[in-house]
């Protein structure tokens, strides 16, 4: 994702940066830190305790290799968010940059809801579909070609009926593009007091 031609990655640094600059969260969980995209911002940040979250244990060493010690309060977890109803402490903002496309929605985002204070912030980015550009982008890594048949991009608007139905209300959303071409959406979202019982897709 960090390929200039693709720069996924730094999109979702910038986005983290900028979410957290404008909502300036005490505690701060990435859901899918991978080997820590986004921390190098909440280095030296005012801060009190970020957490990382990935499925992958390599990723998550590699997180800890780069990042202990420099980030004051960090908590790094090797866990499915669709299966992890208890992790760690509520946090203010919840950060989910390209992972709901490989989950469950509904479980993943009732764990969510679980893991956000009252009030607390839900920040996903997620990715849209384009008429001209594969939905996993050419790389040199033949490797990332496996994901294609596991990704289910998520529509805006279903991602916004299943986050209520978990309880978190729509605050805000931004159309994202990133070097490559590919658009992406950042949708806000403000934990309610519980979930709603809202209709099946």
Same mark, same amino acid.
């Given at each position: 994702?960090?390929?200039?031609?693709?720069?996924?990655?730094?999109?979702?640094?910038?986005?983290?940066?900028?979410?957290?600059?404008?909502?300036?969260?005490?505690?701060?969980?990435?859901?899918?830190?991978?080997?820590?995209?986004?921390?190098?911002?909440?280095?030296?940040?005012?801060?009190?305790?970020?957490?990382?979250?990935?499925?992958?244990?390599?990723?998550?060493?590699?997180?800890?290799?780069?990042?202990?010690?420099?980030?004051?309060?960090?908590?790094?977890?090797?866990?499915?968010?669709?299966?992890?109803?208890?992790?760690?402490?509520?946090?203010?903002?919840?950060?989910?940059? /390209?992972?709901?496309?490989?989950?469950?929605?509904?479980?993943?985002?009732?764990?969510?809801?679980?893991?956000?204070?009252?009030?607390?912030? /839900?920040?996903?980015?997620?990715?849209?579909?384009?008429?001209?550009?594969?939905?996993?982008?050419?790389?040199?890594?033949?490797?990332?070609?496996?994901?294609?048949?596991?990704?289910?991009?998520?529509?805006?608007?279903?991602?916004?009926?299943?986050?209520?139905?978990?309880?978190?209300?729509?605050?805000?959303?931004?159309?994202?593009?990133?070097?490559?071409?590919?658009?992406?959406?950042?949708?806000?979202?403000?934990?309610?007091?519980?979930?709603?019982?809202?209709?099946?897709?």
């Amino acid at each position: 994702m960090a390929l200039p031609t693709i720069g996924q990655s730094r999109l979702i640094a910038d986005q983290l940066d900028a979410v957290v600059a404008r909502l300036s969260p005490r505690s701060i969980a990435i859901i899918g830190c991978a080997g820590g995209n986004g921390l190098d911002g909440l280095a030296g940040a005012n801060v009190d305790r970020v957490v990382g979250v990935d499925i992958h244990p390599g990723y998550v060493d590699e997180a800890r290799r780069r990042y202990e010690g420099r980030i004051p309060g960090l908590e790094l977890y090797v866990a499915d968010i669709q299966d992890a109803p208890s992790l760690f402490e509520p946090v203010d903002l919840l950060y989910v940059a /390209l992972v709901l496309e490989y989950v469950d929605v509904d479980r993943a985002m009732n764990v969510l809801w679980q893991h956000c204070k009252p009030d607390g912030v /839900l920040a996903v980015v997620s990715q849209l579909p384009h008429e001209k550009i594969a939905e996993v982008s050419p790389s040199p890594y033949a490797s990332l070609a496996k994901l294609a048949p596991v990704m289910h991009l998520v529509a805006p608007e279903e991602l916004r009926l299943r986050a209520q139905r978990a309880g978190f209300h729509p605050s805000q959303s931004d159309i994202l593009f990133s070097p490559a071409g590919k658009r992406f959406s950042l949708d806000i979202f403000r934990r309610g007091d519980g979930p709603r019982r809202i209709a099946e897709l």
